[in-house]
């Protein structure tokens, strides 16, 4: 029997079942505060299968997932203060605003935006995301690159220590991507620890990422 | 987590929902106009007869609440569920039940709420006694929350799948019946000037179960969905 570590993320012998197909079986995978792990494969690999079960939504067929060294089923709160998940899905609603959005995805966090110092805060977290002068339009009129950035907004001000991301840069620019991609490289050299998945080649220079391939 | 978190988080998602609500009026007036509809149609296809239909009455406003109810009930969870918000509301650190039953409530403000105020007018029209009027509200306010609070966990558990409109209707209908018998045998027996002390109990005592309880079942049920 391994013993789970003590920081940061790991899971121990996984297994995923979807219609009778086996899609990954004994899969240990483990992160550290400071890594990025970067999972790969071909479609329907159970990538997203995979985070799911990691993000705590889905319930591994055999196998554990371990925060901190204790299994995150029997701590789910805990796990839920320190975890951001972004999934296909961003979780952002057509008829609020970006600012209401921002507002009540983090208030359910704790974090409250009421004041005006973190209007301002999230105001100019917007206009970082290119979405400078967008607060206050309804996000069904946005494209959906920008709606990706709302939510990608909220990931960044989440103050969570671990990320999980599912396809991060779908619909978005090269700019954003760029603009992604060094925000992971802050939050993992900040301590932070990031799982992701993605089909583009990401280009992290100083904080290369451990890869894991899914059959 | 502090209580006070909850409690927070309890009342932005009320806010939040009302606000998503007020945005969709159309949405919105759906159920309350087919409530409408339905009673104002019985005169027309039953006849003008005053006593029956002051004797049909209870029956009709009551038939209409629940199935108006029934049509509402697939937005409680659809749009969050599609969008992803469900997700985010699944992996927020805060108790899953507080967050079903600011759902909960937040509907039933927008569908059974308006359902409760525009009765009594509905209930003039069909000759409905003026005296039993306080009994009849008094079962409306009592059955529609736990007609709401019954329906989402038949909701919780059908959201994930493309058609379960058939389905929800075959889980919740059976549920609804006690609410039903016991709302029409309290408005019969003010109709005919009786006390109706007793069934308003039963349903207080509906609406005490359901709401202690429909919240937890709804919170698991939504795991599985979401799954």
Known sequence: ?215 | MSQSSAANAFLRLVIRDLRLAFRRRGDLANPLLFFVIIISLFPLAIGPDPNQLQRLAPGIILVAALLATLLSLDNLFRSDFDDGSLEQLLLAPQPLPVLVAAKILAHWLVTGLPLICISPLLAIGLNFPFDALPTLLASLALGTPVLSLVGAIGVALTVGLKRGGMLLSLLVLPLYVPVLIFSASAIDAAVSGLVANAQLYILGAFLALALSLAPIAAAAALRISVD
Not at chain 1, 128 to 137: A, P, Q, R
Not at chain 1, 160 to 187: M, N, R, Y
């Open chain 1, 1 to 215: 029997m391994t013993t789970a570590s003590p920081s940061g993320i790991s899971a121990r012998q996984l297994r995923c079942i979807r219609d009778d197909r086996v899609l990954f079986e004994s899969l240990d995978l483990q992160a550290a505060p400071g890594e990025i792990l970067l999972i790969e494969g071909a479609n329907g690999s159970g990538k997203t299968s995979l985070l799911r079960i990691l993000a705590g939504l889905s319930l591994p067929d055999a196998g554990e997932v371990y925060w901190q060294g204790s299994a995150i089923m029997n701590s789910q709160l805990e796990y839920a203060e320190n975890m951001a998940f972004l999934g296909h899905q961003t979780g952002i609603k057509e008829d609020l605003t970006p600012q209401e959005n921002l507002a009540f995805l983090l208030g359910l966090h704790g974090t409250s935006l009421d004041t005006s110092s973190h209007r301002a805060k999230s105001e100019a977290l917007l206009g970082t995301l290119g979405l400078y002068g967008f607060e206050d339009v309804l996000c069904r009129n946005l494209s959906a690159g920008q709606k990706r950035r709302v939510a990608l907004a909220r990931l960044l001000a989440s103050g969570k220590q671990l990320w999980i991301l599912d396809e991060p840069f779908t619909a978005i620019d090269k700019t954003g991507v760029a603009f992604v991609e060094q925000s992971l490289c802050d939050h993992v050299q900040g301590g932070g620890i990031v799982l992701l998945t993605t089909h583009h080649d990401i280009d992290l220079p100083h904080c290369e990422p451990t890869r894991i391939r899914l059959s």
